[in-house]
């Protein structure tokens, strides 16, 4: 008996600590005039999602958001994969130095690097674009990727591949068999991650975007120089939707390959 009242009391703990910010920033976005002391709003209004809504630049940063975030997340994979299973299964010359280059971009503060990108980026012409931003954003979600990705190839091992190849199959076959259906989990975690990882980012874009390349975040914190506390939770509750967003459409993706996978 007292084990089950500790797991409600648990539970109960786990939903306000996580449902209940989001209910509160919920009400606020529609709440008008809801101010200390007061337990409850006096007005329910939808005037500060119609405000949001009439920003000209909103459309325009959603547009380049979204873009951005599935391209980085396109190009995260498809560097990465390889880069773990090289890591994980490979022993070459240089390996413990490659390994500390690509963490380089966790342990050095990324404005630093960036300053020094941004000249070569001047250079290439990439400066002030949608595929410079795109290039920066590789930066923070790359070694993140990696590192989760390689955990995955070392839990699977080599004698899944050793057998297949004593069995003849060619080397995508066995990517398609093996690597994607039992690295999924790994490759959702990476995915998730990447995409967390870019829409939050603001001084790269703000770099080397040049206010040209203008996402979310870069609409989203000139909000906070507003009074109107429902504007904020108006665009906060925004903000949040898009990870949501692409949440649903990985899984969707992700089950779509493996059901591809499983049909003879």
């Given at each position: 008996?007292?084990?089950?009242?500790?797991?409600i009391?648990?539970?109960?703990?786990?939903?306000?600590?996580?449902?209940?910010?989001?209910?509160?920033?919920?009400?606020?976005?529609?709440?008008?005039?809801?101010?200390?002391?007061?337990?409850?709003?006096?007005?329910?209004?939808?005037?500060?999602?119609?405000?949001?809504?009439?920003?000209?630049?909103?459309?325009?940063?959603?547009?380049?958001?979204?873009?951005?975030?599935?391209?980085?997340?396109?190009?995260?994979?498809?560097?990465?994969?390889?880069?773990?299973?090289?890591?994980?299964?490979?022993?070459?010359?240089?390996?413990?130095?490659?390994?500390?280059?690509?963490?380089?971009?966790?342990?050095?503060?990324?404005?630093?690097?960036?300053?020094g990108?941004?000249?070569?980026?001047?250079?290439?012409?990439?400066?002030?674009?949608?595929?410079?931003?795109?290039?920066?954003?590789?930066?923070?979600?790359?070694?993140?990727?990696?590192?989760?990705?390689?955990?995955?190839?070392?839990?699977?091992?080599?004698?899944?591949?050793?057998?297949?190849?004593?069995?003849?199959?060619?080397?995508?076959?066995?990517?398609?068999?093996?690597?994607?259906?039992?690295?999924?989990?790994s490759?959702?975690?990476?995915?998730?991650?990447?995409?967390?990882?870019?829409?939050?980012?603001?001084?790269?874009?703000?770099?080397?975007?040049?206010?040209?390349?203008?996402?979310?975040?870069?609409?989203?914190?000139?909000?906070?120089?507003?009074?109107?506390?429902?504007?904020?939770?108006?665009?906060?509750?925004?903000?949040?939707?898009?990870?949501?967003?692409?949440?649903?459409?990985?899984?969707?993706?992700?089950?779509?390959?493996?059901?591809?996978?499983?049909?003879?």
């Amino acid at each position: 008996m007292l084990r089950r009242l500790l797991t409600i009391l648990i539970l109960v703990v786990s939903l306000i600590v996580t449902v209940g910010p989001v209910l509160l920033v919920l009400i606020q976005s529609i709440s008008f005039q809801w101010r200390w002391p007061d337990l409850f709003p006096n007005e329910l209004r939808l005037d500060a999602w119609y405000a949001v809504f009439a920003d000209p630049s909103l459309t325009h940063a959603l547009k380049y958001s979204m873009i951005i975030t599935a391209s980085v997340v396109m190009l995260t994979i498809v560097i990465s994969l390889p880069a773990a299973r090289a890591l994980a299964f490979d022993q070459f010359k240089g390996k413990s130095f490659i390994e500390t280059v690509l963490m380089l971009p966790l342990l050095i503060p990324l404005l630093f690097i960036v300053m020094g990108i941004h000249l070569s980026m001047i250079r290439l012409n990439l400066a002030d674009t949608l595929s410079g931003v795109i290039l920066v954003h590789l930066l923070p979600t790359v070694p993140y990727a990696i590192r989760i990705l390689r955990t995955g190839y070392e839990r699977i091992g080599l004698k899944w591949y050793e057998q297949a190849t004593v069995l003849g199959a060619s080397r995508l076959k066995q990517f398609w068999t093996i690597t994607v259906p039992l690295i999924m989990p790994s490759i959702r975690s990476a995915i998730v991650l990447t995409v967390v990882i870019s829409l939050s980012q603001y001084a790269l874009t703000a770099i080397i975007g040049g206010g040209v390349v203008t996402t979310l975040p870069i609409i989203y914190y000139p909000y906070f120089s507003s009074a109107n506390q429902s504007i904020m939770a108006a665009f906060t509750m925004l903000f949040a939707f898009l990870p949501i967003l692409f949440w649903f459409c990985i899984e969707l993706v992700c089950k779509s390959v493996t059901t591809m996978i499983k049909q003879p």
